[in-house]
Structure formats: structure tokens, C-alpha cells
């Protein structure tokens, strides 16, 4: 199966790979698996005071797809909201990368991981920026 | 002259064969009055290779009865034969390999328990799992992998993999045998996780190795 250009780019040149302190302020973080393809996708965000997405992280261990789903998301997600954030749509992601339809569950994956970065975050700063607001 | 349906006893209902109209047994390879060979009907995987539907299985057993089968059902000996005893030998010999292929692998074997139970399996649907525990295990051994620049080092890590999946075997036959169906669901995710691992050392291994 050929990859797209999109992805064998993200693949070759991941955008955002690493760790932020999981305990550091403003940060959230989301641990999700694909069972079926045993791959495992970290995803974390920095949110500033004002609730907007200044940085994202990631560290994927699975297939060609999977890496570049996640990569593709600490781009996007850079500079949004949380609620805009939460808004992305994994068919969003399939289609930028142009993915397979066997390759599909990789973008799942990663809506799927910055979901759970984003309530892992609100959980953590116990809904501190609404009150904010 | 009160009739129980055998409801609990899988194979056991009774079709007319195909050749010659007499009764034979769901389960019957061949039909006990013209001998003619019988299509796999709808058997699970023990009941197809004649075993107790339970996670523990002798290997040999297991063998033994694959053999077995496949020595009556091989499809070299229906050559002669008409195109339908042929046809069906070929349908028997995939379904008993498929049930071989199944029941051998622990891990396939686990799922495909779960799933005649009725329960989800993990490994089998294309969701996605939020496990932390188990979840920050795997990505911790995959960065060390990762990390990990040498023959020895990957070797070191390899054999961890494979003891720890020895356990889970281990794990995953007293949770069967203690009818703990959520724990042994659990287990047969972490063995996905484990056997990607131990895979991902091997190729590591192999490249490390020929880059000597």
C-alpha cells in the first residue's frame, strides 16, 4: 500500500515530537491505544491562562499513518481554543493526509488522543479557565 | 418417550446427506450409510477438532487432533472422486485449518473464547482503549526499545518481552479457569502489546545486527 505525500512527510519529518512534564501547569495530556494494530499514541497540549492552545506534543509508536495523523494534530491544534480544538473531526485528518480506507482508525485515533488531552487538562485545572472567563 | 432436544451438545442435530438422503450427525465428517464426505457445518473451533471449549490446551493434543482430521480430510484424497466430494473436502480442510490457526495461538484462542461468550474483544474491533496503566507500560518499553542502540541491549529487551508474555499465558489460564472474563480481556489487550513489542525488538535486532 503506498503512502500519501502527506503522510510519508509528517512520517519523515514529524512536526512536534516529545514530552511536556505531565505534572507542569497547563498541561494536558492523552494516552490512547488501537488494540487491533497494538500502536499507542501520546498526545499532550499547553494551555495558556487564557485557554488557547500555545504548544502540543507527541509521541506515536505505531504505523506510518498513525504517526502522521498525530503529527498533523499538534499542528493544527496550535493557536486554537479548547472547544476548537475539540471540534476536529478524524474525517478532517483522513482526508488532508489522504488515507486509506483501511488506515482510516489511525485518524480516529488521533481525534480520539486530543479529546483526551483536552479533558485530561480540564480535569486537571478543575474547570479554572471557564471561571476565568 | 419424551424427546430433549440436545441443545446443550453442538453438532449433535441431524441432516439428511447430501448424496443419499440418510441421517447424519452435524458434527459427522462422512455419512454413516453411503460414506460419502459431509460439508463442515456451522461447528465451533473445539468442536470441529473433537476438544473440550477451554483456554487450557495440550499442544500435542491439539496437534494430535489436527493430524487426525486432516489425514481423512485432505483433499489429495478425494482426487478421484466426483467434483462435489472434492469441492467439499476442500471446504472441510480450510475450516479445520482455520479452527488449527485459531486454537493454537494463546492469544487467538483467548479472543476467540471471549467472543463466543459474547464479549467485545479489544484486539478484534478497531476502537480505541484508554487503559493508563496499561497503556504507559507499553509506551514506556517501546521508548526504552526505541532508545536501545545495540545487539545486547535489544536482546536484553526481547527476552523481557518474551518472559512477559510467558506470564500473561500463565495469567490468562487462571482467569479462564476462574471464569474472570473482564480480566482475561484485559490480559489478551496487554499480549497484543507485548507480542508488537517483541516483534518491533526482532526487527530492531535484525537491523542493528546488519548494520555490524
Known sequence: ?133 | MNQTPEVQNPGAEVTPCWSCKGPVAGRALFCSTCGAIQGPGNLDHFTRLGLPRRFAVEQAELDRQYFGFQRRLHPDRFATRSPREKALSQVQATALNEAYNTLKDPLKRAAYLLRLSGRKVDVESAGTIDDPQLLMESMEMREALAEADSVEEVSRHLSEAEANIADSHKDLAAAFAADDLDEAGRLVTRLKYLGKLADEARQRRAKLAAMK
Open chain 1, 1 to 133: 500500500m503506498a503512502y500519501s505525500d502527506k503522510v510519508v512527510d509528517h512520517y519523515e519529518n514529524p512536526r512536534n515530537v516529545g514530552s511536556f512534564g505531565k505534572d507542569e501547569a497547563g498541561v494536558g495530556t492523552g494516552l490512547v491505544g488501537a488494540p487491533a494494530c497494538g500502536d499507542v499514541m501520546k498526545l499532550q497540549i499547553k494551555v495558556s491562562p487564557e485557554g488557547i492552545i500555545e504548544d502540543a506534543k507527541f509521541k506515536t509508536f505505531g504505523c506510518g499513518s498513525a504517526i502522521a495523523s498525530s503529527s498533523l494534530v499538534t499542528e493544527w491544534v496550535k493557536g486554537k481554543t479548547l472547544e476548537e480544538a475539540a471540534a476536529i473531526k478524524n474525517t478532517e485528518i483522513a482526508q488532508h493526509l489522504a488515507l486509506p480506507p483501511v488506515k482510516i482508525h489511525c485518524s480516529v485515533l488521533a481525534e480520539d488522543a486530543i479529546k483526551a488531552a483536552i479533558s485530561d487538562y480540564k480535569a486537571k485545572s478543575g474547570g479554572k479557565t471557564e471561571a476565568a472567563e
